[in-house]
């Protein structure tokens, strides 16, 4: 079945890159999305990718995917304090409908 | 603004009385859905909507139901809450292929 798995916690230093992994297992997903939930805060879009697509760059964001692998990461560069907060890696095999997520990635930016 | 609401923000209840969450757009989607957070388990899809009148269940729809009266309005019920149904509570508006999502309900059953 559908599954998303995410690694559950990083913590990484201000002006680091931040890399956070995720892996799914439905080879016929078409839209693959990165979430970002900030405390006590609902859902915000971050970027997505299609599935035919093996990287997507939006200012200090980058997508991978290795559709081989099933493996879809999120880089940011130069973390800031205000890149704490959860993100979620969302599959979907239509962009109307039904998102699959994964558990979560806390990230954590240390002054 | 294109937006997603919901009401209540906060609510703490008992077992078994029965209760509404409101979830309303005003950017004329036809596709809607109800999913909960829990820790550690993501986000899970109770119900979903495709257009007025259409309904159907999602990954977890035990305990819950739904209606579609009306394109805006996208209501969560209730009928006889229990314990295991405290969580957090997003409703989402998909049009042009995102996803919009309401600021959630976090519910208490005790």
């Known amino acids: 079945g559908e599954d998303v798995e995410q690694s559950l916690f990083l913590s990484v230093r201000e002006g680091d890159s931040s890399v956070i992994n995720c892996t799914y297992t439905d080879s016929s997903s078409t839209y693959l999305y990165w979430y970002k939930q900030e405390p006590g805060a609902g859902l915000q879009l971050l970027t997505y990718?299609?599935?035919?697509?093996d990287m997507k760059q939006d200012q200090r964001l980058t997508v991978l995917l290795n559709k081989k692998d099933k493996h879809l990461s999120l880089r940011i560069a130069d973390t800031q304090t205000g890149d704490s907060a959860i993100y979620f890696c969302?599959?979907?095999?239509?962009?109307?409908?039904?998102?699959?997520f994964g558990s979560g990635t806390r990230l954590l930016v240390r002054p | 603004e294109a937006q997603v609401t919901q009401n209540p923000r906060y609510l703490i209840t008992v077992t078994g009385k029965k209760l509404t969450v409101t979830c309303s757009q005003n950017?004329?989607?036809?596709?809607m859905s109800w999913y909960r957070q829990d820790p550690g388990l993501g986000l899970r899809q109770i119900y979903y909507s495709m257009n007025v009148e259409v309904t159907d269940k999602g990954d977890v729809p035990e305990g819950y139901k739904v209606s579609r009266k009306e394109k805006r309005n996208f209501p969560l019920i209730l009928e006889s809450p229990s314990p295991n149904q405290t969580s957090l509570y997003f409703c989402?508006?998909?049009?042009?292929?995102?996803?919009?999502f309401g600021p959630g309900t976090r519910l208490t059953v005790l």
């Open positions: 990718i299609f599935s035919n697509m």
């Open positions: 950017m004329n989607h036809e596709y």
């Open positions: 989402a508006s998909t049009g042009a292929g995102e996803q919009f």
């Open positions: 969302a599959e979907s095999m239509d962009s109307s409908y039904k998102l699959i």
